[in-house]
């Protein structure tokens, strides 16, 4: 039996279209590598990932190719090994590198299908929407999943539908501001930050990787067919 075979009982000859599509990753914490692995497991067969840090002992209670033997990995190395024993047909781009303004266009020399953005710098976000924009790529941006407990509160939705959440705050007025055109897609919950104050921002195992499931949903939908909105 072909490993794909209950996916094609739910999209037939669509899984095709599926394996041909290029999806680009950045950040692969929490959600990220979520939405790499279910993006796999769906028929992804074509990725660019990127993340320029190693794995740390505090990630391991919520990213998913974290364990302790492999603290120190460059996480985009871990996640390659991850895609490849899943599916040994894809074919992946790694780009080890942080990045800012000054490198963001580099990620896009290659064609893309969709761009996952799981990235930490709101700056990078910001710019993200505008160049998928230009670009007409399809991107669901993910907004804050720490210091949450209820990934039930977790939607789909238009940036500017959005609250209590407050990097999507911080997109809306970009996007209000600069007169974006069209919805800007993202992952949001609101739900109200579960701690008041803390230095470093708590996080949990299945608030992320809901974020990412969902944020993997958004693009198998789109592409055969379906939508959230």
Known sequence: MNQFERLKLLFK???????SKKVLII??????????????????????????DTISLSNLNRQLMTYQNNIGEYKTSEIEKRILSINPNCKI????????LDNINDLFYDTIDYVVDACDTITVKL??????????????SCMGTGNKIDPTRLKIIDVRKTSYDPIAKLVRKMVN????????????????????????????SYVPAVAGL????YIINDIVGESYV
Do not use: Q, W
């Open 127 to 140: 710019e993200l929407i505008r160049i998928c924009k230009m670009k007409n790529i399809k991107l669901i």
């Open 27 to 52: 950040g692969l914490g929490g959600v990220g590598s979520y939405a790499v692995e279910a993006l796999t497991r769906s028929g992804i067969e074509n990725f660019i990932i990127v993340d320029n």
């Open 177 to 204: 501001k600069e007169k974006i055109k069209g919805k800007v897609m993202v992952i949001s919950s609101d739900e109200k930050p579960y701690v008041k104050s803390s230095k470093i921002i708590p996080s949990n």
């Open 214 to 217: 969902l944020c993997a949903s």
């Open 93 to 100: 781009k790694k780009i080890t590198s942080f990045i800012s």
């Open 13 to 19: 000859d669509k899984v095709n279209l599926i394996h």
